[in-house]
């Protein structure tokens, strides 16, 4: 009777346990399965800012130097790819933003990131950046036209700008580029350049910004180097902390309508600008416009400039 009585019961028992089981593994397979939601992060790479780069020798594709500068563009870049992805980062896109922008060995990159190079680029070293991401990074960054001591201080054209600023604001190209990036909801959330751009960028995106200082300037076109490895380093766990901590970042917003002030070296470089509606000549070497779009400002900017190259 007790055998029976055990035997009736098992039976039952062990088609619960297998639905119990059977029911888990279930359950677990959905989770595995379940898409991770997208973390898509940009970066913009300059190439003055790149650890080792101190003359515009090294940035000039015509130099026998540029082909080593290049390398180290590159091994900067991978190395913050690869402090994203360890921060659970689900898409990089890479903007080469120097000269040609064609600087950035493609076969060389992180291949799970992707690289937009060539030009010219409707948003130049913004190009590429949507409202989709989460974050953006600048990478080899410099300091505005008129720093010091800071490597290769200049602001979009060494040739034609002395200065720019917009809504009463001088600013670096770093500025200039987190403004399209706020224009698109995206924080700047990490820098890396010389320690003169780090201060810059702090001075104007906020303290949190992380930065990654990987040369101090002791004038225009040299620089004390830090070490390579600690360099590299400090990127992956700067692009950890950075992605790690996003709540804590804000989008860099200016105010319409935006003021857009563009002074020249010469008067010279004014005269073809201001031939188009809109665009006045309050000074000699000073161009200016208003726009109640950012985007459509930085790009009527760009056409200025441009014109000023041959003016
Ligand atoms: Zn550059």
New binding site residues.
Partial sequence: MKIRAARFLLVPCLLLSILVFWGQSLAQGKAAAAPRPPLKVFISV???GIWGVVHGNQ?SSDSPEYQLARKWMVQDTNAVVQGLFEAGATEVVVND???SMRNIIASELDPRAVLISGSPKPMSMMEGLDFSFAACIFV?Y?ARAGSAPAI?DHTISGAAIYSIRINGIEMPELGINAAIAGYFNVPVVMLTGDTETCRQARELLGQSLVVVPVKEAVNRLAARNYARDKVLADFRDGARKALNSLKGFQAYKLQPPYQFEINLHNSQQAELGVLIPGVRRPAPRTLTFTSQDYLEGFKLMRALIALAGVS
Avoid: R
């Fill in positions: 300059d190439m003055e940035c933003s120097h000269g080899g410099h290769l």
